[in-house]
């Protein structure tokens, strides 16, 4: 059973940056296309990025284009989000997710989801 937890979120000002990492057990973590969602109370969940099982593939979604970025360290089994100019708009709980396929903007059922990181961005 694959296990993600996530870390790293926390309080921020607008303009600044925070990078969030989500550590992988319990699989090949290497066999696994990552992604990345935020969820904000009350409003549906939105995908972020993903990344594809060797890094070399990536994919942002408009609203993050350009500020965040998406790696990964299939050494140490690590996520990552790199996040930069950060703005209200930013603030959600982040979540980590894994699937053996590539799924374009998570528009499939994703089986391994980590429990979240709040972010919150202060203006």
């Known amino acids: 059973q694959v296990q993600l937890v996530e870390s790293g979120g926390g309080l921020v000002q607008a303009g600044g940056s925070l990078r969030l990492s989500c550590a992988a057990s319990?699989?090949?973590?290497?066999?696994?296309?990552m992604y990345w969602f935020r969820q904000t109370p009350g409003k549906e969940r939105e995908f972020v990025a993903q990344?594809?099982?060797?890094?070399?593939?990536?994919y942002y979604a408009d609203s993050v284009r350009g500020r965040f970025t998406i790696s990964r360290d299939n050494t140490n089994n690590l996520l990552y989000l790199q996040m930069n100019s950060l703005n209200s708009e930013d603030t959600a709980d982040y979540y980590c997710?894994?699937?053996?396929?590539?799924?374009?903007?998570?528009?499939?059922?994703?089986?391994?989801w980590g429990q979240g990181t709040q972010v919150t961005v202060s203006s």
């Open positions: 997710a894994a699937s053996t396929v590539w799924a374009t903007e998570g528009q499939s059922k994703l089986p391994y």
């Open positions: 319990g699989g090949t973590f290497s066999s696994f296309v």
């Open positions: 990344i594809g099982w060797d890094g070399a593939a990536v």
